[in-house]
């Protein structure tokens, strides 16, 4: 079992950056990659970013490329989002995810662990 705990979420004006953490615990934190996805009301789950166990590999949607950077710290048990140059089509609920192997993934349906989402707000 591996619970994932988001937080850093947050309201921030166009052109700004905001930093959102998820805290993993339960099976070792080095031994599976993880991603991130985001939601709004009335769409699907869309892809954001990913890292493998190592953080060695690193795969991001075009929509965010050059703007967001995924990463993680094995000794902290803590995967990161790092969020700059926001734009308003950026708001949505964060979610980090958790893929029981050491590969990373862009399909959802890969991670068998999710977390309960953290609030993106970008405004105008």
């Known amino acids: 079992q591996v619970q994932l705990v988001e937080s850093g979420g947050g309201l921030v004006q166009a052109g700004g950056s905001l930093r959102v953490s998820c805290a993993a615990s339960?099976?070792?934190?080095?031994?599976?990659?993880m991603g991130w996805f985001r939601q709004t009301p009335g769409k699907e789950r869309e892809f954001v970013a990913t890292?493998?166990?190592?953080?060695?590999?690193?795969y991001y949607a075009d929509s965010v490329k050059g703007r967001f950077t995924i990463s993680r710290d094995n000794a902290k048990n803590t995967g990161y989002l790092q969020m700059n140059s926001l734009k308003p089509e950026d708001t949505a609920v964060y979610y980090c995810?958790?893929?029981?192997?050491?590969?990373?993934?862009?399909?959802?349906?890969?991670?068998?662990?999710w977390g309960q989402g953290t609030q993106v707000t970008v405004s105008s």
């Open positions: 995810a958790a893929r029981m192997r050491r590969s990373y993934s862009l399909n959802e349906y890969e991670y068998d662990y």
């Open positions: 339960g099976r070792t934190f080095s031994s599976y990659a």
């Open positions: 890292i493998s166990w190592s953080g060695g590999s690193t």
